[in-house]
């Protein structure tokens, strides 16, 4: 804990130093127009900067035999100013050494998952013990979190049954509205740090365990737009004590879980389009029963619609996968 703060207190140090100086022009920098501008020239110096970083790292040039030497001093001072400029990209948006150090902590945790759920996901290939779990709609209250939001925001009294009948995202709201008070929504945290579990989330969850389940939790959630999402998410997902072995984040996500781990066991969704398309393939599909998703019809008899996780797992349980559907499957390729 003291190293800890001890760093903490070099990086503010760090940062009241480049404020000092840097207050002289910074200061000048007003508007958003004004901020893009200057970071835009930032980034810029601060790659000048990088290419000299490789310049005192030595020989770099493969085809080059007569090069400048290694130079620790060199690569020090280069990547002293590789940081000052970035010092002045954070000094710009007023960020401080605490919001800087959590944010490295928190994004430092979450590129260590990304590692393993990678590994996890390789080691998974051939093993048929693995279940895909959606995240909205299966183990968080979605879109009834986005609904609850929208009626605050605008005094309205939305429910699901308006959101999926209707040709636009919702009655009366034009789609740029829409679209702001979705990112709104996103950029507070709404949609992946605040939104509620279904109730019997975790006891979803636990029954797979119990059953000597994988579980890969698939999300189709914007985190590359909005960078606090895939953090937010594990912080949900640890807050709940909600067990996974693995995270797929992907737009078409049901496409990409086939294709990493293709002999899985069966997948649980809300989405009635999808259901649709995994058991064409030949996957066996277990859905929360929802109204949104009772409209469609149900086009192949490996899906199931159930009320909740006992039904669910219930049906899981039921269903003849372990240990059969890989031989069927390797059966229909020969």
Known sequence: MADTQTAIDRLEEQFLMQMNFSRKYISRVQTQEQRLAWVKDLVLHMGVEGHEVLQASGAWKSHRVLQDSFSRSGVVEECVDVYKYLLNILLTYDVTPDEFHKAFVDKSHVVELRYEWEQRLKAMHDDINIVGVDLDGILAQYPENWIEYVNRELGTFYTLADFYEQSIPLPDIQRDQYEELKH??????????????????????????????????????????????????????????????????????????????PNMACMIDDDLMVANQLSA?????????????????????????????????????????????????RKNNE
């Not at 969850?205 to 909005?226: M, T």
């Not at 008899?301 to 003849?320: D, V, W, Y």
């Not at 240990?323 to 069927?328: A, M, P, V």
Request: net charge positive.
């Open 184 to 261: 709104c929504y996103r950029e507070a945290g709404h949609e992946s740090l605040y939104v509620k579990p279904f109730a019997d989330a975790k006891q979803l969850l636990d029954g797979l365990k119990a059953f000597g389940l994988k579980i890969v939790i698939l999300s189709a959630r914007p985190y590359k737009q909005y960078k606090r999402m895939q953090n937010d998410t594990v912080k949900w997902m640890e807050h709940y004590k909600l067990p996974y072995d693995a995270f797929i984040w992907e737009r078409d996500k049901h496409i990409k879980i086939v294709e990493l781990v």
């Open 281 to 329: 393939l030949d996957y066996n599909v277990v859905m929360r029963a929802r109204p949104y998703n009772q409209l469609g019809d149900i086009e192949n008899s490996r899906i199931f619609r159930c009320n909740g996780a006992e039904e669910m797992l219930k049906t899981i349980g039921e269903l003849p996968f372990l240990g059969t559907r890989k031989r069927e499957r």
